[in-house]
Each structure stands twice: as structure tokens, then as C-alpha cells.
């Protein structure tokens, strides 16, 4: 039975500032919506021009194709935190700095392409992973950026923070 792949996370199991990222996620199971969520990341990116992919809404904001690029990083950051926690490493994880990342990126470097091709194989793995947990790997816990999250939080914090940013793409850079 996988109906615990489709109880959303309580607030006490993750740090409150992702509350909109878990929020933003539909109701059902989880890993289905990874892998829906991986088909509306990969419209995008097919659909949008090397002029879409460049446009900055507003100076000194990120460009589409960097957004792009923070999804894919923030990801295999996430990701490699539910697998520790999946693992029972308890050992605290370090947080990030996005800033400090897209500033040692070389996201205007690369093509979009690459870029897809890069989020459609992270994206199989983590959904692969993730659906490979049992209950019990959801409810195990983990520190990172001094909070304490459960597996099943960090699996819903990426989905979250990806059509957080879905809704950012098709809002202020109107790809749709």
C-alpha cells in the first residue's frame, strides 16, 4: 500500500519558511507528481526560444534559462538531503546560499538543451528514489541549515520549489 506517499507533510516535520513550497503542492501521491511536474518542466524548455530563455523581467533579476539552472541545483540539493536522511545519516547538513550558487554558475553558458536533458535524468532518479522509500524512510528526520526536516517534508520542499518557480516562469516570463 503507497497511500503514505500521499500524506502531506505536518508544518512540525519541516522549517516554517518552506510552508509555501509544501502548500503549493497538489493532493495526491507524490511521486506521480514528480513525474508530472518533470513533463510541464520539459514543455517549457522545448517550447521556449533562446530570446525566452535569456529575458530578465527586470534588471538584476535571473534570466528564465538561470531560473531553470536554480531548479535543477536546488534539486540535486534537496534530493541528496532526503537520501541522507533516508539513509539514517544524521550528521547536519550545511545550508546554501542561491546567490552564492548562481554566482558560480555557468548557466548563460550552456544551452538550454543541456539543461533539459540534465533535469529530465535528475528528475527520473529523484522520482525513482523517492518512490523507492517506505513509510518508515518517510518518517526518518534529518538536520539541515539547523532545522529539522523528515524525508517525506523534503520530498514535498521539491516539488514545491520547482512549481513555485513554474509559476514564476509562466507569470513574470510568460512561457507557458
Known amino acids: 500500500m503507497t497511500l503514505f506517499r500521499s500524506v502531506r507533510p505536518d508544518p512540525s516535520e519541516y522549517n516554517s519558511f518552506y510552508?509555501?513550497?509544501?502548500?503549493?503542492?497538489?493532493?495526491?501521491d507524490i511521486t506521480q507528481t514528480l513525474v508530472a511536474q518533470k513533463e510541464a518542466v520539459l514543455i517549457w524548455m522545448d517550447a521556449a526560444t533562446t530570446q525566452q530563455a535569456d529575458f530578465r523581467y527586470a534588471?538584476?533579476?535571473?534570466?528564465?534559462?538561470?531560473?531553470?539552472?536554480?531548479?535543477?541545483?536546488?534539486?540535486?540539493?534537496?534530493?541528496?538531503?532526503?537520501?541522507?536522511f533516508a539513509r539514517g545519516d544524521q550528521?547536519?547538513?550545511?545550508?546554501?546560499?542561491?546567490?552564492?550558487?548562481?554566482?558560480?554558475?555557468?548557466?548563460?553558458?550552456?544551452?538550454?538543451?543541456?539543461?533539459?536533458?540534465?533535469?529530465?535524468?535528475?528528475r527520473t532518479a529523484s522520482s525513482q528514489l523517492i518512490g523507492s522509500f517506505s513509510e518508515e524512510i518517510f518518517n526518518r528526520t534529518g538536520v539541515a541549515s539547523g532545522f529539522s526536516f523528515s524525508v517525506r517534508a523534503m520530498c514535498w520542499i521539491i516539488a514545491g520549489h520547482c512549481q513555485h518557480h513554474l509559476h514564476i516562469l509562466n507569470e513574470r516570463y510568460n512561457l507557458r
Request: glycine letters at 10%.
Open 19 to 28: 510552508a509555501g513550497y509544501v502548500n503549493a503542492v497538489p493532493d495526491g
Open 59 to 84: 534588471p538584476g533579476k535571473w534570466s528564465a534559462k538561470e531560473v531553470a539552472g536554480h531548479i535543477i541545483d536546488t534539486e540535486w540539493i534537496f534530493t541528496y538531503r532526503a537520501l541522507r
Open 91 to 122: 550528521s547536519p547538513l550545511p545550508g546554501i546560499d542561491q546567490d552564492v550558487f548562481m554566482a558560480g554558475a555557468n548557466f548563460s553558458d550552456r544551452s538550454l538543451a543541456d539543461m533539459r536533458a540534465e533535469f529530465s535524468g535528475l
